[in-house]
C-alpha cells in the first residue's frame, strides 16, 4: 500500500536505462555491428573502438543485456535525435477518446429529448463515445420499462450515426449505454 502511494506522489523514479558510449562500456568483450549494418563478430573493446574511431562515429551499446554485449558504429547525436523525433511523433499521434454523457429522466419533454439528441449527434461526429444514463428517481423505480423503452428510442434515432458499444445493467437507481461514432 505504501508503495502504491509513493509511486502515485512520484517519490519513487524509475531509472531509465543510459545508453553507454565510446568508453563508458564496461564488457571485455562485445559483438560488433560495423556503421554498414554488417556483423563484425565479437571483438575486444579497445578494437571495437579503433574501428568506431578510423570510421568517425561512436561506439554505442544497443543491447546491454545480450551475452555478449551488442554494440553498433554510429553517430551517436544523430541517434538521440531520431529516438527523440520518433517519441514526438508518437506522442502526436496518440488520440484519446473522450466519453460525453447525456442524463435524462424516464419522462422527458419531447423538446428536451430533441435537444439531448442534437447534442448527442455533434458529440458523436466529433469522434467521442457517447453515453447516455436513465436516472430513476422514486416512484419510477417500479416503472423502468418507460425508460428501457426510451433509450431504445435514443439509440433508433442515432443509429446512422452510432452504434451500440456496450449496455450495462442497472446500477443502483441508474442505467447506462455507451454508444461509439460509426
Same mark, same amino acid.
Given at each position: 500500500?505504501?508503495?502504491?502511494?509513493?509511486?502515485?506522489?512520484?517519490?519513487?523514479?524509475?531509472?531509465?536505462?543510459?545508453?553507454?558510449?565510446?568508453?563508458?562500456?564496461?564488457?571485455?568483450?562485445?559483438?560488433?555491428?560495423?556503421?554498414?549494418? %554488417?556483423?563484425?563478430?565479437?571483438? $575486444?573493446?579497445?578494437?571495437?573502438? @579503433?574501428?568506431? =574511431?578510423?570510421?568517425?562515429? +561512436? &561506439?554505442?551499446?544497443?543491447?546491454?543485456?545480450?551475452?555478449?554485449?551488442?554494440?553498433?558504429?554510429?553517430?551517436?547525436?544523430?541517434?538521440?535525435?531520431?529516438?527523440?523525433?520518433?517519441?514526438?511523433?508518437?506522442?502526436?499521434?496518440?488520440?484519446?477518446?473522450?466519453?460525453?454523457?447525456?442524463?435524462?429522466?424516464?419522462?422527458?419533454?419531447?423538446?428536451?429529448?430533441?435537444?439531448?439528441?442534437?447534442?448527442?449527434?455533434?458529440?458523436? %461526429?466529433?469522434?467521442?463515445?457517447? $453515453?447516455?444514463?436513465?436516472?430513476? @428517481?422514486?416512484? =419510477?423505480?417500479?416503472?423502468? +420499462? &418507460?425508460?428501457?423503452?426510451?433509450?431504445?428510442?435514443?439509440?433508433?434515432?442515432?443509429?446512422?450515426?452510432?452504434?451500440?458499444?456496450?449496455?450495462?445493467?442497472?446500477?443502483?437507481?441508474?442505467?447506462?449505454?455507451?454508444?461509439?461514432?460509426?
Amino acid at each position: 500500500m505504501e508503495l502504491e502511494k509513493k509511486l502515485m506522489k512520484g517519490v519513487l523514479r524509475i531509472k531509465k536505462q543510459r545508453i553507454r558510449v565510446n568508453k563508458k562500456i564496461y564488457a571485455d568483450e562485445i559483438r560488433l555491428i560495423d556503421n554498414n549494418k %554488417n556483423q563484425v563478430g565479437v571483438v $575486444k573493446v579497445p578494437e571495437a573502438l @579503433r574501428l568506431a =574511431e578510423e570510421a568517425g562515429l +561512436d &561506439l554505442v551499446e544497443i543491447s546491454p543485456n545480450a551475452k555478449p554485449p551488442v554494440c553498433k558504429i554510429m553517430d551517436y547525436g544523430k541517434y538521440k535525435y531520431e529516438e527523440k523525433k520518433k517519441a514526438q511523433q508518437a506522442r502526436k499521434n496518440h488520440h484519446v477518446i473522450k466519453v460525453k454523457e447525456l442524463r435524462m429522466r424516464p419522462n422527458i419533454g419531447d423538446h428536451d429529448l430533441e435537444n439531448k439528441l442534437k447534442m448527442g449527434r455533434k458529440f458523436l %461526429n466529433e469522434g467521442c463515445k457517447l $453515453k447516455l444514463s436513465i436516472m430513476y @428517481r422514486g416512484r =419510477e423505480m417500479s416503472r423502468q +420499462d &418507460l425508460g428501457d423503452a426510451l433509450l431504445e428510442k435514443v439509440v433508433l434515432n442515432l443509429s446512422e450515426v452510432a452504434e451500440m458499444e456496450k449496455d450495462s445493467p442497472m446500477m443502483g437507481r441508474k442505467k447506462s449505454i455507451i454508444l461509439a461514432p460509426k
